[in-house]
C-alpha cells in the first residue's frame, strides 16, 4: 500500500505559506537538472531571526499559554517572511514628530509684557539711586506736592515693592491662545501591512482572533517583534485597533 503523504501547515491567510513537516529527497534525475525559476517572480529571501531574536517573539505567547511549542514555531516562521517584505520599515529612518507651533500674544498680552518690563526697569532704578540721588527726588516729590507731604525713604521702599509687584501681575497672566494640536501622523501603508498579516499568522497559527487591547497576547507579541527585530509598526492599542478594523 502506498504510504500516506506528509502533513502540512499553513503559515498565514491567504499568503500561501505552507511548510512541510518533512520532506522526501528529490529523485536523482531532478537533482541533476534542478528547475529553474519563472523570470517573472523573485523569490523572497526571508529575514532570518537569530535565536535570541526568535526566542523573544515567542515568550509572551509562552507566558500566556497560547498555543503549543510547534503552533509558536510556525507562527515565528510566518514572521520571517513578513519581516522580509518589509524591510524598510526596519532601516528608513524614523519620522520627526511635527513641531507645535508656539501661539502669537495678542496685543493686549503684548501691552502688558510691556508694562511689566518698564515697571520692573524703573523698580531697579530706584534701588540703584544713590543717597544723595535719592534725597533730590524726596525734595521733588515734597515741592510737587500740593498738600506739603514729606517723602521719606520708606516711602521710596513701598513704591519699588509696588512696582515690581506689577512687573510680577502682568508679566505673563494674561490670555494665551491655545496651540493647535500636532497632527496625527500617518502610518506607512506597509506597516499596516505588517500589521495585518502579523494578525492573520496569529489567527491561523492559534485559531484566535487576535485582539488589540492593553495586555493581549497579540499585542505584546506585536512589541516583542519591534523590540527584537527594531522594525517600526505601531503598538499603541488604539492604532493597532484602527489597523485591524481596516483590515
Known sequence: ??????????????????????????????????PKRPAG????????LSDEQRAAIIAPLAALGVGDEESRSLFAAAMEYDLA??????????????RRPKPKPSADERS????????QALAEQLAGLTPAAAERLRLALSETDRFKHGYGDEYL???????????GTTAS????????????PEVPEAAQRFVLRAADAYA???????????????????????????????????AVAEILAKG
Open 173 to 184: 497672566k494674561g490670555p494665551e491662545q491655545a496651540a493647535p494640536p500636532p497632527p496625527k
Open 157 to 167: 521702599q513701598a513704591l519699588r515693592c509696588e512696582l515690581q509687584r506689577i512687573a
Open 204 to 238: 491561523d497559527c492559534f485559531e484566535t482572533k487576535p485582539s488589540p487591547q492593553r495586555g493581549s497576547a497579540f499585542l505584546d507579541t506585536l512589541k516583542a517583534i519591534v523590540s527584537a527585530t527594531g522594525v517600526r509598526v505601531p503598538t499603541e492599542p488604539r
Open 85 to 98: 517584505g518589509c524591510r524598510e520599515l526596519a532601516s528608513a529612518e524614523p519620522p520627526q514628530p511635527a
Open 112 to 119: 502688558l509684557r510691556e508694562l511689566a518690563a518698564a515697571a
Open 1 to 34: 500500500m502506498p504510504s500516506d503523504p506528509p502533513p502540512i501547515s499553513r503559515l498565514g491567510s491567504g499568503r500561501s505559506y505552507w511548510v512541510r513537516r518533512t520532506s522526501p529527497p528529490p529523485p536523482e534525475a531532478e537533482r541533476s537538472s534542478p
Open 41 to 48: 517572480k523573485r523569490f523572497v529571501e526571508p529575514y532570518r
